[in-house]
């Protein structure tokens, strides 16, 4: 199975801060990578697939970039709204593994 | 805009099976991996398996010797069967329909508790 990591496990910022997530592979997953937003209680969201490719409705805030086993994710002005936990998934093999998850809260 | 809804008892005995069903409505169910994700309480999200429209199958190797997963496409609904469970398997229970290109459509989840 492909392991995917992800750092920080946890990270707190402003209002209007840059946030980046890192998320690394365990071996070339090309593309093929999601990151999703989960809000307590809700089901994740898909916010970009392809590494960077914003899903239709998402705010142009949140951005991906990377390939090959190393990647992130960016919020451009932390909004309140933005608290969640977030997740990398790569679909290059089955199984399509997640990464642990980054929680960001407000400072 | 699809809709997935999954259904199923909440509580499951320790060893018996468990069953679960996605129905998928204002949407197509061909060319698309139906899915079945899990998230026990407070953790992370596990990927459990998939089956295609043409019934191709690809299960979790943590979960394959447990796990069933299964297709009625004139209903638009799939379904997922895991045998001989213990409190381990406690969690919440999604599906999705997923694009070749990994694009998913979640379900709003079902939590199933494995408890004498």
């Known amino acids: 199975d492909i392991q995917m990591t992800q750092s920080p496990s946890s990270l707190s910022a402003s209002v209007g801060d840059r946030v980046t997530i890192t998320c690394q592979a365990s071996q070339d997953i090309s593309s093929y990578l999601n990151w999703y937003q989960q809000k307590p209680g809700k089901a994740p969201k898909l916010l970009i697939y392809d590494v960077s490719n914003l899903e239709t409705g998402v705010p142009s805030r949140f951005s991906g970039s990377g390939s090959g086993t190393d990647f992130t994710f960016t919020i451009n002005g932390l909004q309140p709204e933005d608290i969640a936990t977030y997740y990398c998934?790569?679909?290059?093999?089955?199984?399509?593994?997640f990464g642990p998850g980054t929680k960001v809260y407000i400072k | 805009q699809v809709q997935l809804q999954e259904s199923g008892p909440g509580l499951v005995r320790p060893s018996e099976t468990l069953s679960l069903t996605c129905t998928v409505s204002s949407g197509s169910i061909s060319s698309f991996y139906l899915t079945w994700i899990r998230q026990p309480p407070g953790k992370g999200l596990e990927w459990i398996g998939y089956i295609s429209y043409n019934e191709l199958t690809y299960y979790n190797p943590s979960l394959k010797s447990r796990l069933t997963i299964s297709l009625d496409t004139p209903k638009n609904q799939f379904s997922l069967t895991l045998r001989s469970v213990t409190a381990a398997d406690t969690a919440v229970y999604y599906c999705?329909?997923?694009?070749?290109?990994?694009?998913?459509?979640w379900g709003q989840g079902t939590l199933v508790t494995v408890s004498s």
């Open positions: 999705a329909r997923c694009s070749a290109a990994g694009r998913c459509y």
């Open positions: 998934q790569q679909y290059d093999n089955p199984p399509f593994t």
